[in-house]
Nanobody, 119 residues
């Protein structure tokens, strides 16, 4: 199983970034996909999640209206469009996949991509 994030970097406040996660090694279309972030000295937190059919999404309150999560089950990718960025979103962003099989939960994580918002 592999989750490979890309798209992180340095951006000025008010700017935008698009993160992408390429998945392989499992049935992507059956998994709930999420983006988490972890800032220095803080716990990892859920930023956005999307269900397998893209019919339901969930966002951290502080990013609602500015971030959009989307997925392409044909390409096995999940993206996070981040707009109107503020310095407080600086963190390492992780792609996460959760699938269940025979009542057992499987969690997969990417290696993370750094997002830095600074002038």
């Amino acid at each position: 199983v592999q989750l490979v994030e890309s798209g992180g970097g340095l951006v000025q406040p008010g700017g935008s970034l698009r993160l992408s996660c390429a998945a392989s090694g499992f049935t992507f279309s059956s998994a709930v996909m999420s983006w988490y972030r972890q800032a220095p000295g803080k716990e990892r937190e859920l930023v956005a999640a999307i269900n397998s059919g893209s019919s339901s999404t969930n966002y951290l309150d502080s990013v609602k209206g500015r971030f959009i999560i989307s997925r392409d089950n044909a390409k096995n990718t999940v993206d996070l469009q981040m707009n109107s960025l503020k310095s407080e979103v600086t963190a390492v962003y992780y792609c996460n996949a959760v699938r269940t099989s025979w009542g057992k939960r499987y969690d997969y994580w990417g290696q993370g991509t750094q997002v830095t918002v600074s002038s």
